[in-house]
């Protein structure tokens, strides 16, 4: 190759990796603050190594905003737990880093989780208000009727694909067929990534389940990393099936235990709209930038299966908007389009497409965010 040559390609990848760097950094600015600005919200917690300070807050009931400071040496998770249901959360917040997170919350005595899955978790009491009690009372179930039980359905018929994908994986490592337990673990995830949006609020299985070792004390030595990444581990990174039957055991039964589950769930209109809007800021904020199968290297197949399972509620709700408000729902169907578009171009999933992925998601999930103040009330 002649130098003027060799000296193009070097600027073309140099330019390259300066834009995704960029689009990170855009992005990163965008829903990330450092420790030192401040924010309008109703409380600020500092998340250290070991726990949240204050570790008891008390805040009157309503639209909340909570202001999370990341103080600690490792990324770290803040959720607001409801026994063991996930009410909201942030995850992936970096270190130095801040988030904020707005969440309507009811009277009552919550948990709230602190950093790594280990550390103790604080209190969040919620008081009595005449906000609380007004939103209470004007939320309607009628219109709702149809698409609660079609999700409920829809919820009934992936977790039975997800348990029958984790058998054949179970299958496939008892018979010592690494090619076959590979391509089932990739068979599995797609079902499940489809029920997230609701599965990940049941914070018990969703920690056996699809716990990260990132958020874990020892990481990928934690004998709290069980579950999909656990095999993904094995499987991609150590090239093992080494110890892997009784977490495949485990894998079916958990997932047996969260189709049932999820049929038990108290479904309601407010539960309803919150969870595309959420799980589209998840994937944003963390799941996008960050990656999650650091071993397989198959995020963009996770993230397909992912906009599949919002799909299937904004499909749900965006016919209540359009009598409401007809150019939301124009808007969430083309945010929607929008983000599939990006998912199914061809081009390689790497640093580029990611910072090109995330700001799309944000802007899905603001849209869908809309929903409740249109259709939630009467």
């Known amino acids: 190759m002649s130098d003027p040559s ?21 992005f990163a600015i965008a829903t990330s603050r450092t420790a030192d600005n401040t924010t309008d919200a109703d409380r600020s917690v500092t998340v250290t190594a070991e726990t949240c300070q204050p570790n008891a807050i008390e805040v009157p009931g309503g639209l909340r905003t909570f202001e999370i400071i990341n103080t600690s040496d490792r990324p ?16 992936n917040i970096a270190p130095g880093f801040r988030q904020t997170m707005k969440v309507r919350l009811t009277p009552g005595t919550y948990a709230m989780t602190c950093g790594l899955l280990s550390n103790p978790r604080g209190t969040l009491t919620v008081l009595p208000s005449e906000e609380a009690a007004a939103a209470a009372g004007n ?43 590979r391509a089932a673990w990739q068979a599995a995830r797609a079902p499940y ?47 093992s099936l080494e110890g892997l039957q009784p977490v495949a055991d ?17 479904m309601t209109p407010d539960l309803l709209m919150a969870l595309p809007a959420d799980m589209s800021r998840m994937l944003a904020e963390s799941r996008i930038p960050n990656g999650e199968d650091t071993y397989a290297a198959t995020d963009a197949a996770d993230l397909q299966a992912s906009l599949d399972g919002v799909e299937k509620l904004t499909g749900l709700l965006t016919p209540l908007t359009d009598p409401v ?18 998912l199914d171009s061809d081009a390689p999933f790497d640093a580029e497409a990611r910072a090109r992925l995330a700001p799309v998601f944000a802007g899905l ?12 009330v009467d």
């Open 6 to 26: 060799r000296r193009m390609l070097y600027v073309a990848i140099a330019a390259s990796g300066a834009l995704a760097a960029a689009g990170f950094a855009a």
């Open 365 to 376: 999930a603001e849209t869908l965010g809309k929903l409740p103040a249109t259709i939630g």
């Open 76 to 91: 770290i998770e803040w959720e607001i737990l409801d026994g063991v249901m996930v009410v909201a959360e942030r995850e």
């Open 139 to 181: 939320v309607t179930l009628r219109s709702f009727l149809g698409p609660l039980s079609e999700y409920r359905v829809y919820l009934s018929m992936q977790g039975a694909a997800a348990i029958k994908a984790a058998e054949t994986l179970r299958d496939a490592i008892a018979a010592g067929d690494i090619d076959a337990a």
């Open 193 to 239: 990534r489809r029920i997230e949006p609701l599965a990940f609020r049941l914070s018990d299985l969703a920690n056996t389940i699809d716990p990260q070792a990132a958020f874990l004390e020892l990481r990928e030595d934690d004998p709290a990393f069980t579950g999909f990444h656990r095999i993904e581990y094995a499987l991609f990174d150590q090239n």
């Open 325 to 342: 408000d007809a150019p939301l729902a124009a808007d969430i169907r083309q945010a929607t389009d929008k983000a599939r578009a990006e």
């Open 250 to 266: 485990r894998l079916v039964a958990d997932l047996t235990t969260l189709r049932a589950r999820l049929h038990e769930v108290d």
